[in-house]
């Protein structure tokens, strides 16, 4: 069974840094492109960034570029999302992913999520 | 930079009813539409991938289809367990993206 737990979020000041991460297993993870989507509180989901099972190619939405990094361990099956320059729109629980197939297949398994809050 | 829209936004709906709800893409994105539900406090679950696969254990009374610009989840009669917001997602072209959601209530 795939399992995705998240970790790392906490209440930080704007301009402020956080790292995510995200601990795989129950699947062959290397094999697989990883996400991260975002959901502030209440409102609807947010495509953050995806980097595919090398680690060779890693693509952002607009609202992240340049200030969010994504990584990958795969000795130790572990997802990370680097979150520099923080802003009070950067609030949201943040989930990471597992792509269904290929880098363009869509996702087919989520994380329960862990809560940013970008607040001074 | 690809859109999606999904109508409607909100839909209050009565057990044993028929749901239909769509997601129309800015660009042609193929096949490249998958469909996702979420109930409250849980995390999304996919219902189908490339616009009409369903996932594993999705009951058959929820169908998809559609290609290119326009693309449809259905419901064929509506269970008190599919109170749910409903996201469609393109990863034709990047930066990928969600729809909006689409909010099902039970009267």
């Known amino acids: 069974e795939v399992q995705l737990v998240e970790s790392g979020g906490l209440v930080v000041q704007p301009g402020g840094s956080l790292r995510l991460s995200c601990a795989a297993s129950g699947f062959k993870y290397d094999d697989y492109t990883m996400h991260w989507v975002r959901q502030p509180p209440g409102k609807g989901l947010e495509w953050v960034s995806l980097?595919?099972?090398?680690?060779?190619?890693?693509e952002y939405g607009d609202s992240v570029k340049g200030r969010f990094i994504v990584s990958r361990d795969n000795n130790r099956n572990f997802l990370h999302l680097q979150m520099n320059n923080l802003l009070t729109e950067d609030t949201a629980f943040y989930y990471c992913a597992k792509a269904a197939s290929s880098l363009y297949g869509g996702i087919d398994s989520w994380g329960r999520g862990t809560l940013v809050t970008v607040s001074s | 930079e690809i859109v999606l829209t999904q109508s409607p936004e909100f839909q209050s709906v009565t057990p044993k009813e028929k749901v239909t709800i769509t997601c129309r893409a800015s660009?042609?994105?193929?096949?490249?539409l998958h469909w996702y539900q979420q109930k409250p406090d849980q995390s999304p679950k996919l219902l189908f991938k490339?616009?009409?696969q369903s996932n594993s254990g999705v009951p058959s009374r929820f169908s998809g289809s559609g290609s290119g610009t326009d693309f449809t989840l259905t419901i064929s009669s509506l269970e008190p367990e599919d109170a749910a917001t409903y996201y469609c997602l393109q990863t034709r072209i990047l930066p990928f993206a969600f729809g909006p959601g689409t909010k099902v209530d039970i009267k």
């Open positions: 660009q042609n994105i193929g096949s490249n």
């Open positions: 490339y616009a009409s």
């Open positions: 980097i595919t099972w090398s680690g060779d190619t890693t």
